[in-house]
């Protein structure tokens, strides 16, 4: 077996990207090392038990040449007895009317892209040709730029449903391996012009490095990344749960509120982590967000700045009330649009295990998975998140909100007791009570309220086979 495929066979158990039965698809632009990712899950296809399909979309930005790759990646695919899936859309004129740069235009159509088709074609995953030398592209990047640790981690081999099989081998393995196996691919003309920053980086900074500094540097940049990304990830779950502590919703989720005594006394990295996150949950991303607006955010948080005002972008506002800053999503009304938030009804859905599952018009996604008896040994979870156990709770979950009357059994309790109140003992606000998703079995047991209590009989235990992994994102 070819060492490549041996260090792509190990990063797809090590990283878990994949199941038994999973179909696959895999985004092959033509190019290198899309085309090296096609072979390579090809050659274990049978091996995985896995089915593939092969996604392209043609970007329209290079003439002829993106019609040649189009063709080549079809012909690919034919000869490989795969399915293909395509589109064709113009970037650049997307680009002139989205007024953005073509690199996040391309990215936000191909996200688009990749996300119809997996709904077509009923994909689980989502296969990247990202390789190392694009992660150390990445940093040097985000370092240039004056990213923080964040940055610094570049990309993650898997972020669900997307994942990165590619992701620990070099630029010179992917090419020795298509020359050993003499695969043909496409060259794409644009990755030569030093235009773009990547592409310079790629081309002079990097050698550069290589020459004058340390050979290794591509090696050396890339185990780099992984450890920001660990202490990264960290941070991310030590921030969760300050935001839990420190930040509280309106009741039509339009503004988030951040307690000036309880954000103080962070330190200020966390503090810096906690204003990015308040940002992204009404903003929905941080792009167009720098570390300069979180740097003049935080003079707010000082009594004596009550009535300071600070204009964001994305339509956000943050204010200092005297004892909390507020932070506000300001709306832009159409003609006859009512910007008065709907209250929930008793909206019930069905979650997606796995998968996402968006409850009502409440802004929070249940993310859902199965995971090993032992990524539940982490005792106290943020309150986003809830570890379950499956054989109990069953696969058919339903979502809904509250009902005047529930009851359960609170985690460690021996009773039950009325949801109203624990809900008065957590201290829930009134006008929140009816917005929070609550969890139950087909025959309406409560399992989960989210972002307060489990109930006990759903509680992981030592003799927990499969864990139910749930977690809110918004």
């Not at 167009?288 to 003049?296: E, G, K, P």
């Not at 339903?398 to 309790?413: A, S, T, Y």
């Not at 609550?438 to 927990?464: E, H, M, S």
Request: glycine share 8%; charged share 25%; hydrophobic share 40%.
């Amino acid at each position: 077996m070819d060492s490549l495929i041996q260090k792509f066979k190990k990063t797809l158990t090590d990283h878990k990207m994949i199941a038994t039965g999973d179909c696959v698809l895999v985004g092959v632009s033509g190019g290198p090392d899309s085309v090296a990712l096609l072979h390579g899950l090809h050659a274990l296809k049978r091996e995985l038990g896995i089915e593939l399909v092969v996604a392209h979309l043609n970007h329209r930005a290079r003439g002829a040449e993106s019609d040649r790759d189009a063709r080549f990646v079809q012909q690919l695919g034919d000869s490989l007895n795969i399915r293909t899936v395509m589109e064709s859309q113009d970037v650049p004129a997307e680009q002139a009317a989205a007024k953005q740069s073509f690199q996040e235009t391309a990215r936000n159509i191909r996200l688009g892209f990749f996300e119809r088709a997996r709904k077509q074609t009923g994909a689980h995953k989502v296969a990247l040709g990202h390789i190392m030398d694009d992660q150390v592209e990445t940093v040097l990047m985000n370092l240039l730029r004056g990213a923080g640790l964040t940055g610094l981690a570049g990309m993650s081999p898997v972020r669900s449903p997307y994942i990165r099989p590619l992701f620990e081998c070099s630029r010179s393995e992917v090419i020795e391996f298509l020359r050993s196996r003499n695969i043909s691919y496409c060259q794409d003309s644009s990755n030569e012009k030093t235009d773009y920053l990547r592409n310079r980086i790629r081309l002079e900074l990097i050698p550069y490095l290589k020459d004058n500094y340390n050979p290794k540097i591509v090696e050396n940049l890339f185990e780099a990344s992984g450890i920001f990304r660990a202490d990264n990830d960290w941070l991310n779950d030590l921030v969760d749960r300050e935001f839990d502590r420190t930040a509280s919703w309106a009741e039509n989720r339009d503004s988030l509120e951040i307690d000036i005594e309880t954000f103080s006394p962070l330190p200020l990295a966390l503090k810096r982590r906690l204003v990015r996150k308040v940002l992204q949950a009404l903003k929905g991303d941080l792009r167009t967000i720098s570390s300069l607006h979180v740097q003049d955010l935080l003079p707010l948080f000082q009594a004596t700045e009550k009535g300071k005002k600070i204009d964001l972008p994305g339509n956000l506002e943050a204010v200092c009330r005297g004892e909390a800053v507020v932070f506000k999503k300001i709306p832009e009304p159409g003609p006859g649009i009512s910007t008065e938030a709907k209250k929930p009804s008793v909206w019930v859905g069905q979650l997606d295990i796995p998968g996402e599952t968006e409850v009502g018009e409440t802004g929070v996604t249940l993310k859902t998975e199965i995971v090993e008896p032992a990524a539940s040994a982490y005792a106290s979870p943020p309150s986003n998140q809830a570890f379950l156990d499956f054989d109990k709770t069953g696969g058919t979950i339903l979502v809904r909100f509250f009902q005047p009357g529930d009851r359960l059994k609170p985690l460690g309790m021996n009773g039950t007791k009325k949801l109203k109140s624990l809900f008065i003992d957590d201290k829930v606000p009134r006008e929140m009570r009816s917005r929070i998703p609550i969890l139950t079995t087909g025959d309406n047991d409560i399992i989960w309220v989210y972002g307060t209590r489990i109930a006990d009989p759903y509680r992981v235990t030592p003799k927990t086979k499969k864990v139910l992994f749930i977690k809110g994102l918004t």
